[in-house]
């Protein structure tokens, strides 16, 4: 099983980045997809989340509005867009996915908003 998350880097505030999470070992369509952020000193918070179907987001407050989750079950892969990007958004980005009692995480990718 695996989840290799891409895209991340270092942006100025007002910027753009799309993480990619492309997923093997599983059967991505049974699962939910969350992408969560942890940065230094503090604990990893949910971003956003997506359903098997893709019919059901949830996005929290502090993003609603600018980050998109989407879903491509043919590539397995889940995406966040990320758009108008403040320094309050940088942080390791981290995949989730889960279905019942199984959970796997990947490995995090680095956001970083600097001017």
């Known amino acids: 099983v695996q989840l290799v998350e891409s895209g991340g880097g270092l942006v100025q505030p007002g910027g753009s980045l799309r993480l990619s999470c492309v997923a093997s070992?599983?059967?991505?369509?049974?699962?939910?997809m969350s992408w969560y952020r942890q940065a230094p000193g503090k604990e990893r918070d949910l971003v956003a989340r997506?359903?098997?179907?893709?019919?059901?987001?949830y996005y929290a407050s502090s993003v609603k509005g600018r980050f998109t989750i989407s879903r491509d079950k043919a590539e397995n892969t889940v995406y966040l867009q990320m758009n108008n990007l403040k320094f309050e958004d940088t942080a390791e980005y981290y995949c989730?996915?889960?279905?019942?009692?199984?959970?796997?995480w990947g490995q995090g990718t680095q956001v970083t908003v600097s001017s």
């Open positions: 989730q996915a889960v279905n019942g009692g199984s959970g796997y």
């Open positions: 997506l359903n098997s179907d893709g019919s059901t987001t």
């Open positions: 070992g599983f059967t991505f369509s049974r699962y939910v």
